[in-house]
């Protein structure tokens, strides 16, 4: 297994997992420092705007926070962004043990590991954005992160909530031991949040989201999305992807495609994905995208272990080994 093998700081690397980061992620200007001064970067926005036939290169550079919330903006913007990274650490010689995408991340996971092309990728998030944005449009929905209670307690409370004829409410992201999201009617939500901190949690968190990801209420666009599925090429991967779904290993192109589709109903198993790649074994993690979210799931799983991430200039040269180059100044507005 090869971690880093190109010239940078961190040296040869035993064994590195690739993370690829989910929806949430996002924030404006998260593509510039890419932009500026890497030109496998700007050959994969290139591609994507041809594509998707969209401004996202001008969205991810100058794009406001409005236009990035958007979920069908968003879920291409955020794989692109990450695939630009890859794109500039593949180059370099990163060489990672093992990728795993958490939820809408493991469509660029699956790129990295010659399981689908840029252009699949990015046509089934941009239909699954705007599928993902119908439900939300018609169903009063919610997500909150529970923090401070251990997962079988928050869903526990989802199930104490449900009886109560409020609506559905489910575990939609075991993201580490003591944080576990909920996704369901907004109703059900609120009263499962409230449960949960009766039970003991320390903090109760809504979060701003387009819809309510993973759990049964997407299965209203289920169809349609599989029927997308289909049509699209599944190579079997060459390089070892965890699944988010399942926390284990997705051995052949098929079985990446039935897993995309169970993806929308089921809940993120990000503690698994991380257990699964410490025993194969990993001791580096690189968070390959915009945000540090992943980097600080991984310590507060696995203990102190080396993360590294790579959404701002400093710290993505730094895992390149050399200085921050310099970016264009923003524009003054006069």
């Known amino acids: ?40 970067a700007r050959r994969v926005f290139a591609r994507a705007d041809e594509i998707l036939g969209l401004p996202l290169s001008r969205i991810c550079v100058s794009g406001t926070a409005g236009e990035l919330a958007r979920t069908e903006i968003t879920q291409p913007a955020i794989v692109t962004t990450s695939l630009a990274v890859w794109e500039v650490l593949r180059s370099a010689g990163y060489r990672p043990a093992a990728a ?5 991340g493991e469509f660029a996971a699956l790129v990295a590991a010659g399981v689908l092309s840029l ?3 990015l046509q089934l998030v941009r239909l699954r954005g705007r599928l993902m944005g119908e439900v939300a449009r018609e169903v009063p929905g919610a997500m909150a992160a529970v923090l401070g209670l251990a997962a079988q ?25 003591l944080q576990t999201v909920v996704s369901g009617h907004a109703d059900a939500v609120e009263v499962a949040g409230k449960a949960a901190l009766a039970a003991g949690a320390d903090q109760v ?24 599925l289909a049509a699209h090429r599944f190579a079997d991967p060459v390089l070892p992807v965890i699944s988010s779904v399942t926390g284990g290993y997705v051995t052949t192109g098929e079985e990446a495609r039935r ?28 968070e390959i995208g915009p945000g540090r979210v992943l980097s600080g799931l991984a310590r507060r799983t696995l203990g102190e272990v080396g993360t590294r991430s790579t959404g701002d200039p400093r710290r993505l040269a730094a895992l390149l080994g050399g200085p921050a180059p310099r970016q264009r100044p923003e524009p003054v507005a006069s």
Request: aromatic share 6%; with cysteine; proline share 6%.
């Open 205 to 228: 968190v809504p979060l701003d989201v387009g819809a309510p990801f993973h759990c049964s209420l997407m299965s209203a666009v289920e169809e349609e999305f599989t029927e997308a």
């Open 1 to 40: 297994m090869t971690g880093w093998t190109g010239s940078g700081s961190g040296g040869t690397t035993a064994g590195c997992l690739a993370m690829f980061p989910g929806q949430g992620s996002q924030r404006a200007g998260m593509a510039r420092h890419l932009l500026d001064a890497h030109a496998p």
């Open 259 to 286: 897993l995309l589709r169970r993806q929308l109903t089921g809940p993120v198993r990000w503690v698994q994905v991380l257990r699964t790649a410490a025993r194969h074994p990993v001791d580096a993690y690189t």
């Open 119 to 121: 252009e699949s990728a």
């Open 100 to 104: 795993a995408g958490h939820s809408l």
């Open 153 to 177: 307690e928050v869903a526990a409370v989802c199930d104490s909530a449900q009886a109560l004829g409020l609506g559905l409410v489910q575990v939609a992201n075991y993201n580490e031991p």
